[in-house]
C-alpha cells in the first residue's frame, strides 16, 4: 500500500503561481509513474499532468501545457506540479495519483491516490 500526501494548494489570485507537492510512502518511488488530476464542483476528474517513473518524459493536458511543470525527486520520493499563470478555471481539488506502470491520462488507470489539496483562484 503505498499513502500519497499532497499539500502547497491555497488561495491565488490570478496570474499566480503555486507549487504543489506529493510525498509517497514506498522505498520503490521510481518505478511508479505519477500523476497530477483536478475536480472542480460539479465536474468530472479531469488529467493535468503525468511523468514517467525516472522523469524522461511528461504529457500535459493542453490547458497545462506552457503554464504548469510536472517534475519528481526519487530521492526524496516526490512529485511536483509547478503551475504559473494561474486562471480562475484552474481551480479545483488537485490529487496526486500513482501508478506502478508507464505514465498515464487516464484516471482508472491510477493504483493510489491523495487525499487532493485545494487551489482557488480568484479574479
Known amino acids: 500500500q503505498v499513502v500519497l500526501v499532497e499539500s502547497g494548494g491555497g488561495l491565488v489570485q490570478t496570474g499566480g503561481s503555486l507549487r504543489l507537492s506529493c510525498a509517497a510512502s514506498?522505498?520503490?518511488?521510481?518505478?511508479?509513474?505519477m500523476a497530477w488530476f483536478r475536480q472542480a464542483p460539479g465536474k468530472e476528474r479531469e488529467f493535468v499532468a503525468t511523468?514517467?517513473?525516472?522523469?524522461?518524459?511528461?504529457d500535459y493536458t493542453d490547458s497545462a501545457k506552457g503554464r504548469f511543470t510536472i517534475s519528481r525527486d526519487n530521492p526524496k520520493n516526490t512529485v511536483y506540479l509547478r503551475m504559473n499563470s494561474l486562471k480562475p478555471e484552474d481551480t479545483a481539488v488537485y490529487y496526486c495519483?500513482?501508478?506502478?506502470?508507464?505514465?498515464?491520462?487516464?484516471?482508472?488507470?491510477?493504483?493510489?491516490w491523495g487525499q487532493g489539496t485545494q487551489v482557488t483562484v480568484s479574479s
Open positions: 495519483a500513482g501508478r506502478r506502470s508507464a505514465r498515464s491520462r487516464w484516471y482508472r488507470d491510477y493504483e493510489y
Open positions: 514506498t522505498r520503490t518511488f521510481s518505478t511508479y509513474a
Open positions: 511523468i514517467s517513473p525516472l522523469g524522461a518524459t511528461t
